[in-house]
């Protein structure tokens, strides 16, 4: 493959119909392009141009590779337009539909590091109260993203890319419980229990585990937002159950902890970023790309 440089020497000297005033153009040596040149045409085995007096003449095979050579630049003219879009170095703009979980904790991080790295691009975070809606601002293209647990994906949409999260215990550093490692479910119900309450996609996991387990729970607080089992579990020492995608902000700030659940390995949540079927726009693509990278450090 040739060499950026000396397909830029090969094109100035086809201009300027002269090595001597390419090299001025360029701000090289003469005799540096005329070695470059040389050395190319001994590799094809053919000259590339007539040296005349005062004149140099593309020959027959000089005239192809400079039509080869122009053909390149604007190819790469044209890449590096679109590289700028994904970059976000232009003005755009890209919405996100999200689960309330997920709001003060993965989405925070995320739009902090996508500004840094695109700051003309508007972000909008769309936070939903559940699954269809979110679906259905994909589909209606209200939304260029969507992310939430568990979707089941009507035809129109497609999953870009999907962590799991297992479900275990969540306290604060200073429980009696934060020291261990793993639990058994049994170890749980000995303290105040924050749960979340039927309407929730966590909660028939729970019951599911604690029937199996024989043992009734008794929680002090039920409820159907996340923010207030992480406070709860911060704040009055109460045990919740979460994975770690809920609590992400948290475990990187040292204020919760994350511990395995025997009885809970099997019981996954699935993290979904999900788009259109019929694609996204350059700068979704980019912004798609570092969620991607989010979810995969904290699964």
Same mark, same amino acid.
């Given at each position: 493959?040739?060499?950026?440089?000396?397909?830029?020497?090969? &094109?100035?000297?086809?201009?300027?119909?002269?090595?001597?005033? !390419?090299?001025?153009?360029?701000?090289?040596?003469?005799?540096?392009? *005329?070695?470059?040149?040389? !050395?190319?045409?001994?590799?094809?085995?053919?000259? /590339?141009?007539?040296?005349?007096?005062?004149? =140099?003449?593309?020959?027959?095979?000089?005239?192809?590779?400079?039509?080869?050579?122009?053909?390149?630049?604007?190819?790469?003219?044209?890449?590096? $337009?679109?590289?700028?879009?994904?970059?976000?170095?232009?003005?755009?703009?890209?919405?996100?539909?999200?689960?309330?979980?997920?709001?003060? *904790?993965?989405?925070?991080?995320?739009?902090?590091?996508?500004?840094?790295?695109?700051?003309?691009?508007?972000?909008?975070?769309?936070?939903?109260?559940?699954?269809? &809606?979110?679906?259905?601002? $994909?589909? @209606?293209?209200?939304?260029?993203?969507?992310?939430?647990? &568990?979707?089941?994906?009507? #035809?129109?949409?497609?999953?870009? @890319?999907?962590?799991?999260?297992?479900?275990?215990? $969540?306290?604060? #550093?200073?429980?009696?419980?934060?020291?261990? %490692?793993?639990?058994?479910?049994?170890?749980?119900?000995?303290?105040?229990?924050?749960?979340? &309450?039927?309407?929730?996609?966590?909660?028939?996991? /729970?019951?599911?585990?604690?029937?199996?387990?024989?043992?009734?729970?008794?929680?002090?607080?039920?409820? *159907?937002?996340?923010?207030? =089992?992480?406070?709860?579990?911060?704040?009055?020492?109460?045990? %919740?159950?979460?994975?770690?995608?809920?609590?992400?902000?948290?475990?990187?700030?040292?204020? /919760?902890?994350?511990?395995?659940?025997?009885?809970?390995?099997?019981?996954?949540?699935?993290?979904?970023?999900?788009?259109?079927?019929?694609?996204?726009?350059?700068?979704?693509?980019?912004?798609?790309?570092?969620?991607?990278?989010?979810?995969?450090q904290t699964a």
């Open positions: 493959m040739l060499q950026h440089r000396l397909l830029m020497y090969l &094109d100035q000297v086809a201009r300027a119909g002269s090595i001597r005033k !390419a090299a001025a153009r360029l701000h090289i040596s003469a005799s540096a392009i *005329n070695r470059q040149i040389l !050395a190319l045409e001994d590799e094809l085995g053919t000259p /590339l141009f007539q040296r005349l007096p005062r004149k =140099m003449v593309l020959t027959a095979a000089g005239e192809v590779l400079i039509h080869h050579v122009r053909q390149t630049f604007k190819e790469l003219e044209w890449a590096q $337009v679109k590289i700028e879009e994904l970059k976000g170095l232009r003005r755009g703009e890209v919405t996100v539909a999200m689960m309330s979980g997920l709001a003060a *904790n993965l989405i925070p991080r995320m739009a902090s590091e996508f500004r840094r790295a695109n700051p003309r691009v508007k972000l909008t975070l769309r936070q939903l109260t559940s699954g269809d &809606d979110i679906m259905s601002a $994909v589909e @209606s293209g209200e939304a260029d993203l969507g992310l939430g647990f &568990d979707f089941v994906l009507p #035809p129109t949409l497609r999953v870009l @890319s999907s962590a799991v999260g297992r479900l275990g215990a $969540v306290v604060a #550093p200073g429980h009696p419980l934060a020291d261990k %490692t793993s639990l058994r479910i049994s170890d749980c119900i000995a303290y105040p229990i924050v749960i979340a &309450d039927k309407t929730t996609v966590i909660r028939p996991y /729970l019951n599911d585990v604690f029937a199996k387990a024989l043992v009734t729970a008794h929680p002090v607080i039920e409820t *159907n937002s996340i923010e207030v =089992m992480r406070h709860a579990a911060m704040e009055d020492q109460g045990l %919740t159950f979460l994975t770690p995608f809920d609590i992400e902000f948290d475990l990187r700030a040292g204020r /919760l902890m994350y511990i395995p659940v025997r009885e809970l390995g099997q019981q996954t949540q699935k993290l979904m970023l999900i788009g259109h079927d019929r694609g996204t726009s350059a700068i979704g693509s980019v912004l798609a790309e570092t969620v991607k990278g989010m979810m995969t």
